[in-house]
Every structure is written in C-alpha cells, then in structure tokens.
C-alpha cells in the first residue's frame, strides 16, 4: 500500500500528478491511499483513481457530509475518518459511508527508533561530482 500525503503532493504539484507517478511506481495491484483535508481534494483523488480517501482532520459532522456524497459516486472507494480521534469521540465519526477510522493517538506520543539507510556515495561519483576550475 501507498500513502500519499501533503508532501508527496506538493512535490508533484498535484493529487493527480501523485497519483499517476504511484500507480507508476507499485503498479496495478497495489492500493494508493490518499490523505485529503477538503472534499475539492478527495474529489481529485477520486476521479484520479486512489483505492482509499483519508478524510482528515474533519468534525464529524462534516465528514459524515463529505463521505456521504463520496461513497454515492464512488461506492468502491475505502473511505478512513482521521485526525483527533479519541476513545471518547470515536462515536461521533462513525457512519455507513465511513469504511475505517483510525487513531493517530496509538503511536504518537510515544519514544521512537529511527532506523534509516545511509549509503555512502561510492567514490566513482563523488569524482564526477567535483567542479573543476
């Protein structure tokens, strides 16, 4: 599965443009998850073929509206409520049109690992690199 969040789309330009570089990338058989924070752009999303829209950050009753007209055009498309989700308000996102909701406050919050993968550049490409005056 493929998230794209604001970053990604900004990189690109575009939910669209996201998309389409995603699909590319992981092919046919993988879901592309996009977060959206506006019906403008999980309409986007929609017609640009995103398996699942991630409404953010939205009061519930804006986002039983939003997933709501959703769902009426897009009947396959998983839809996630997140953003501010607690135990106590969780009631409050759930509806028919509304497939996932999930809980950012399960891992935030808490000490983290960073593991990550530095490759050295090998010393071919640092020579190339090198301005000569």
């Given at each position: 599965?493929?998230m794209?969040?604001d970053?990604?789309?900004?990189?690109?330009?575009?939910?669209?443009e996201?998309?389409?570089?995603?699909?590319?990338a992981?092919?046919?058989?993988?879901?592309?998850e996009?977060e959206?924070?506006?019906?403008q752009d999980?309409?986007?999303?929609?017609?640009?073929?995103?398996?699942?829209?991630m409404l953010?950050?939205?009061a519930?009753?804006d986002l039983?509206?939003v997933?709501?007209r959703?769902?009426?055009?897009?009947?396959?498309?998983?839809?996630?409520?997140?953003?501010g989700i607690?135990?106590?308000?969780?009631?409050?996102?759930?509806?028919?049109?509304v497939?996932?909701i999930?809980?950012?406050?399960?891992?935030?919050?808490?000490?983290?690992?960073?593991?990550?993968?530095?490759?050295?550049?090998?010393?071919?490409?640092?020579?190339?690199?090198?301005?000569?005056?």
């Amino acid at each position: 599965m493929v998230m794209l969040k604001d970053n990604h789309i900004w990189s690109t330009g575009s939910i669209a443009e996201s998309v389409s570089r995603a699909r590319v990338a992981c092919g046919f058989s993988t879901k592309i998850e996009v977060e959206c924070t506006s019906e403008q752009d999980a309409v986007e999303a929609a017609t640009s073929g995103a398996d699942v829209i991630m409404l953010d950050n939205y009061a519930p009753e804006d986002l039983k509206g939003v997933s709501a007209r959703l769902k009426e055009r897009w009947p396959h498309i998983i839809i996630e409520a997140s953003g501010g989700i607690t135990l106590e308000t969780i009631a409050g996102f759930m509806a028919p049109s509304v497939d996932i909701i999930s809980q950012g406050a399960l891992t935030n919050g808490y000490d983290t690992l960073d593991f990550s993968l530095k490759v050295p550049k090998p010393e071919s490409f640092a020579k190339r690199s090198r301005v000569t005056k």
